[in-house]
Each structure stands twice: as C-alpha cells, then as structure tokens.
C-alpha cells in the first residue's frame, strides 16, 4: 500500500487558513516554514512534495501528517 496525501486539503489549509489569513507572499510564508517560496507555490497548486517539504508545511500549519495522509492500493 502506497500513502499519499490529499495534496487539494493541504492547499486549501495552506492558502485559506494561514497564508491567506496572514497576508503572507509565498517568500515570507517559506521563509517561516523553512522552505522555499516555490515549495509553498507547489502545495498551494497541488504538485508533489518531498516527505521532508510536507512535514513542515505540517507542523507550520499546526496539524498532524496523518489528517492529509490517505491510503492508495
């Protein structure tokens, strides 16, 4: 079994409730996260993510790896 995550929650999650709501450009958002401004650009447009990008995007946005993970055969 393959785990992958729901990349359209975890933009959503990302624009709406943090970024958004602190009017951050993707440079400051990335510059708190610890990544860079296009890992921000690449979850917000829901590309893939390295594991290391994703759980700090998590941890950022205060919430657990597994509310994103999902399971695929």
Same mark, same amino acid.
Request: proline share 3%; charged share 35%.
């Given at each position: 079994?393959?785990?992958?995550?729901?990349?359209?929650? /975890?933009?959503?999650d990302l624009v709406t409730?943090?970024?958004?709501?602190?009017?951050?450009? /993707?440079?400051?958002?990335?510059?708190?996260?610890?990544?860079?401004?296009?890992?921000?650009?690449?979850?917000e447009t829901r590309l893939? /993510?390295?594991?290391?990008?994703?759980?700090?995007?998590?941890?950022? /946005?205060?919430?657990?790896?597994g509310v994103y993970k999902?399971?695929?055969?």
């Amino acid at each position: 079994m393959k785990h992958e995550y729901d990349k359209e929650r /975890l933009a959503i999650d990302l624009v709406t409730h943090r970024r958004g709501r602190l009017m951050q450009t /993707l440079r400051e958002a990335g510059k708190e996260i610890g990544v860079s401004y296009s890992v921000v650009q690449k979850a917000e447009t829901r590309l893939p /993510l390295s594991e290391r990008s994703f759980l700090k995007i998590c941890a950022w /946005l205060g919430s657990e790896p597994g509310v994103y993970k999902k399971e695929t055969e």
